[in-house]
């Protein structure tokens, strides 16, 4: 499984939080981007970069570093890089998925993921 960043251009905060994970990471490692995923999703009616710097350390990041690789944009080339290749192969918006290259775009049901990995398997 590959996990790509798709910041939504009409989402102010999309950049910034794609960044913010990513920074989480370098310290806590895959999980801690997950973490970090998982807690700007479940609050994405308070996105900030104020809010971005508490959940981190909440997480266990050490805030100076966090702070520091967030406020340079370190990753904001790669954010916008993932971006780029997503709209090279036909992404229009998020969640999008593929299986062997077909797409299944939105949520989607489990009988959806099922039909479309059981054909693959067959």
Not at 13 to 30: G, H, L, T
Not at 61 to 76: H, I, V
Not at 90 to 119: C, H, L, M, R, W
Request: hydrophobic share 35%; glycine share 6%.
């Amino acid at each position: 499984m590959v996990f790509k960043d798709f910041p939504l251009s009409f989402h102010e905060n999309a950049q910034k939080a794609a960044e913010a994970a990513r920074c989480v990471k370098d310290q806590k490692e895959d999980a801690g981007y997950f973490q970090m995923h998982d807690k700007l999703f479940l609050n994405q009616d308070s996105l900030s970069i104020e809010n971005y710097k508490k959940w981190a350390k909440e997480l266990g990041a050490n805030s100076a570093t966090f702070d520091s690789c967030l406020d340079s944009g370190k990753y904001r080339q790669a954010v916008l890089d993932d971006l780029k290749y997503g709209q090279s192969v036909g992404v229009q918006g998020t969640p999008s998925f593929f299986i062997n290259g077909k797409q299944i775009s939105g949520a989607q049901p489990y009988e959806a993921f099922k039909t479309a990995f059981d054909a693959e398997l067959a």
